[in-house]
């Protein structure tokens, strides 16, 4: 009962990872100890898996001590006890990416949007890498649906060097899409420049001025990278947008204190309309094509930091690379279906009609799908090697499926000529129709890659077992025509008593016999007129449209000697008048004379 109890309140002090007040903000993203790589926090995936509606949301970014947990908690409405930890009031700073645990809800144009708002770890702070800071710039920009790049006073050459990813990400993602049907839409860009004072040119005209080319004459290679840089935001024209929001106050240290009435009132005037601006201009995620919701969006964020992690620097490649995974495997998926559906075995070419037309209709469905532009060639590339793999795989099952029915085929064939070869009555014209009727069969049902060697062989057992038939034939023919004068013989002279078919019969016998012997062969006969007014009448007789004696010899026979005995036992006492002259015999007649 102790060990009971024991367990009873160990098991009570477990810890539970539900979450069960949201009014507060997650860790969604962590540095690892190294703080070189990032890894997920279950509490903040649990917040966003929650939501069923399309999500939108806003990151900010920006660098370390430049006010981005005090400004998100200014657009919540929120204190900085109850919202983000502000660096300079705890102890407890923004490290990877938080997440506020109850979105905002909007009606964007018709749609009910839950709107996440991100606090990221600012830029450049001590014991970090540069890499680390990349990955979680990047991770920001893939999230988000609003960028809010927040700068204090001005922007400097590096804040234009480190946007070098969400325009490459832009270029890959969005820039190739037009209409309604975008593959991966980066998040819209909003240059927030907090000043003292907002006297002399406008944030626009500081962005406009930042943005444009620097002169380079010496040809160096950082400046012609960061000028491809201004090139490239120049081009995303509707996807920058500057704002300027002055100082709250001067005494920052004690911001988190203050109240709307001891604020600086153009602040706070400044503050609504940026929410306004946020609102305005905000909309859902959309990956490829359609919008997500919490457990869709964390899927989405899995793919993104797999793909961060991946190599030592991130790079829109790697995310391409990672995005374009699942897509090639729904492609490979669809390729091997419509594969799968073909019977094998198949000519060679129209299995390969087959395969463009599927390989085309495959690629067209990644071309609609895919992630990236210029990555995307590599994705295109493993793709199209990975079809071709599985091709080679088709092409052997129908190598296997034709060799297998060629060889039965063969087979059938060979059994076919077998039993020609042993005929009970020989008959040219029957072996000829079944050598023809294998021959054709085996032309139209033999298909695929194995055709053409089994035609080959098919070709030399046709032909050796037709020189043998014709070899045996007419020797076969001739001793069965030798039986068969002698058996008419003896049934014109003992039991239908018919002299004509007993003389016929004789006149056979003797033609074989002496014919042989005066030309010495039996072959030499095979070619004399008689001989072959003799095979033609076998043949019609044998073997014919309407009779196939061979399939019938038995049956008739049988039949014959039912006739014959029935003729011997019955026939002669009736009705025998109307045959031609008969064997007659006069023992019983009483003028028959007597001899001695």
């Not at 964007?108 to 830029?123: A, M, P, Q």
């Not at 079944?434 to 194995?450: K, V």
């Amino acid at each position: 009962m102790v060990l009971l109890f024991l367990l009873i309140i160990s098991l009570s002090s477990i810890p539970s990872f539900s979450i069960h007040n949201f009014h507060q903000p997650f860790p969604i993203v962590e540095p690892d100890p190294g703080h070189t790589k990032l890894r997920l926090s279950r509490e903040g995936l649990e917040a966003i898996e929650r939501i069923t509606n399309p999500i939108a949301s806003v990151a900010v970014i920006g660098p370390h001590r430049s006010g981005k947990s005090f400004l998100l908690n200014q657009l919540l409405s929120l204190s900085c006890y109850e919202g983000f930890g502000v660096g300079h009031m705890r102890d407890v700073k923004t490290k990877g990416i938080w997440v506020w645990g109850t979105p905002i809800e909007l009606d964007i144009n018709g749609v009910r949007t839950s709107v996440l708002y991100l606090d990221t770890e600012g830029f450049e702070s001590v014991g970090k890498s540069n890499v680390y800071d990349d990955r979680i710039f990047a991770l920001a920009t893939v999230m988000s649906s609003v960028l809010v790049y927040n700068l204090p006073e001005t922007i400097r050459e590096a804040d234009i060097s480190r946007l070098s990813f969400a325009v490459e990400l832009a270029e890959e993602f969005y820039g190739r899409v037009k209409g309604d049907d975008v593959a991966f839409e980066p998040a819209k860009l909003l240059w927030l420049i907090q000043r003292d004072f907002l006297q002399g040119k406008s944030v626009q005209e500081m962005v406009n001025e930042a943005l444009q080319r620097v002169p380079n004459t010496n040809g160096d290679k950082n400046i012609d990278l960061v000028n491809q840089i201004r090139d490239s935001l120049a081009m995303m024209g509707n996807n920058n947008t500057a704002f300027s929001l002055p100082q709250p106050h001067i005494q920052r240290t004690k911001l988190c204190d203050m109240n709307d009435v001891e604020l600086d009132q153009l602040y706070v005037t400044r503050r609504e309309q940026l929410k306004e601006l946020v609102t305005s201009i905000i909309s859902p995620k959309i990956v490829q094509g359609k919008t997500l919701n919490g457990k869709e969006f964390v899927s989405f964020l899995e793919q993104i930091l797999d793909a961060l992690n991946k190599g030592e620097i991130p790079s829109s490649g790697s995310l391409v690379e990672v995005f374009n995974k699942g897509i090639i495997e729904r492609c490979l998926k669809l390729y091997g279906e419509k594969m799968a559906t073909l019977d094998l075995p198949l000519s060679e070419e129209y299995l390969q009609g087959v395969h463009n037309r599927s390989r085309n209709e495959v690629m067209k469905v990644f071309d609609q799908q895919h992630f990236g532009h210029h990555h995307a060639k590599k994705s295109t590339m493993q793709l199209n090697e990975e079809i071709k793999k599985m091709y080679k795989n088709v092409i052997l099952q129908n190598e296997y499926q034709s060799s297998k029915l060629c060889e039965a085929l063969y087979i059938r064939c060979e059994d076919k000529m077998d039993q020609l070869q042993i005929l009970r009555l020989p008959s040219l014209a029957k072996f000829n129709a079944g050598f023809l009727q294998c021959n054709h069969s085996f032309d139209h049902e033999c298909i695929g890659p194995s055709k053409t060697n089994y035609v080959t062989r098919i070709n030399k057992m046709l032909g050796k077992s037709r020189s043998q038939f014709i070899k045996e034939y007419n020797q076969r023919l001739f001793n069965w025509l030798v039986v068969f004068s002698l058996i008419m013989v003896v049934i014109g002279r003992f039991v239908i008593k018919f002299i004509l078919i007993e003389i016929g019969a004789w006149i056979l016998f003797i033609f074989l016999e002496t014919y042989t012997k005066m030309f010495w062969s039996v072959e030499s006969l095979y070619y004399n007129s008689a001989w072959q007014f003799i095979v033609a009448t076998w043949e019609t007789l044998v073997y014919n449209p309407i009779l196939d004696l061979d399939r019938w010899a038995i049956p008739l026979g049988v039949i014959m000697s039912l006739f014959i005995i029935y003729w011997w036992s019955y026939g002669r006492k009736y009705g025998s008048q109307w045959l031609l002259p008969l064997y007659r015999s006069n023992k019983n007649d009483p003028n028959r004379q007597r001899t001695d």
